[in-house]
């Protein structure tokens, strides 16, 4: 059902590949509440993914941008507000990648390379996104800019190696951006932290069925998918939530408030004889 929520309202989404991508889902809610949008992602990604399919269903532009090259980033805001004619309202940044991980190179052993370019795209990319829509002032008051994230930014979770480190720069610069951005043009930025998700980068994460499975028996809620996140995305968009910014908000059926859940106690009671 949609509410039009985003009725007027324009963006740019980072990140969508296929249509296990959560800033796919992300997309085709914000068009179905009344926004008109931008996708971007690497030149890579596009010959690798199907976006193509995603931007003929909503109508929207592609424009091929490196999140780690400002010059990038620049080319990208300029090319989207002269599409739009103007300034536009919301951003998402839906943009992660280890190669230590993919490489399942243990924490203790990292590759000090591979973990300068883990935190430049899943961190750090963040903040050059920030900057340069700061620069331009390419934001309208009360625009929105969201990022997801992942808990394991505030507890470990085996396998997930150093995209934590990278999650917890990440929420730090939403925090940090935010101050200035809210005080200067009224704009919101925040994380989302989502609940484990098969995204085709979370595939790449060892063990991620036993962490789905984890984390849905310990969830009140339950799992948060893609859909539901996407859901939740398009409210942090949106005039409902203007007074909200440098959160960390946890979209996760519950999992990041429980200790022990009666379904995974009873598991371990079972186990034991």
Request: aromatic residues 10%; hydrophobic residues 40%; contains cysteine.
């Amino acid at each position: 059902m949609a509410y039009n929520l985003l009725k007027g309202k324009r963006g740019i989404i980072f990140g969508a590949l296929n249509d296990l991508s959560i800033a796919w889902k992300v997309a085709e809610r914000a068009v179905e509440e009344g926004a008109e949008i931008v996708l971007t992602n690497t030149e890579i990604s596009l010959r690798m993914g199907e976006i193509s399919k995603l931007a003929e269903r909503c109508n929207a532009p592609i424009i091929a941008a490196d999140a780690t090259k400002v010059e990038d980033l620049e080319a990208l805001v300029d090319k989207a507000m002269e599409h739009f004619g103007g300034k536009f309202d919301f951003v998402l940044h839906s943009v992660g990648m280890s190669p230590n991980v993919r490489k399942s190179i243990p924490y203790q052993s990292l590759n000090y390379t591979f973990l300068d370019r883990t935190l430049d795209i899943s961190a750090v990319s963040f903040h050059k996104v920030l900057q340069v829509l700061y620069a331009k002032d390419a934001l309208n008051e009360w625009g929105s800019v969201v990022a997801l994230t992942y808990m394991a930014a505030q507890r470990t979770f085996i396998g997930y190696s150093d995209m934590a480190d990278a999650k917890a720069l990440l929420e730090s610069v939403a925090r940090s951006f935010g101050a200035i951005y809210g005080r200067d043009r009224k704009v919101r930025v925040n994380t989302v932290s989502q609940s484990p998700t098969y995204t085709t980068a979370g595939k790449g994460i060892a063990g991620m069925g036993g962490m789905l499975e984890f984390a849905e028996a310990m969830s009140p809620l339950g799992n948060a998918n893609a859909d539901d996140c996407a859901d939740y995305c398009i409210t942090l968009f949106s005039d409902l939530t203007r007074k909200v910014t440098m959160q960390n908000l946890y979209h996760d059926g519950g999992f990041s408030n429980m200790g022990l859940s009666e379904e995974v106690f009873n598991t371990f009671l079972n186990n034991k004889g």
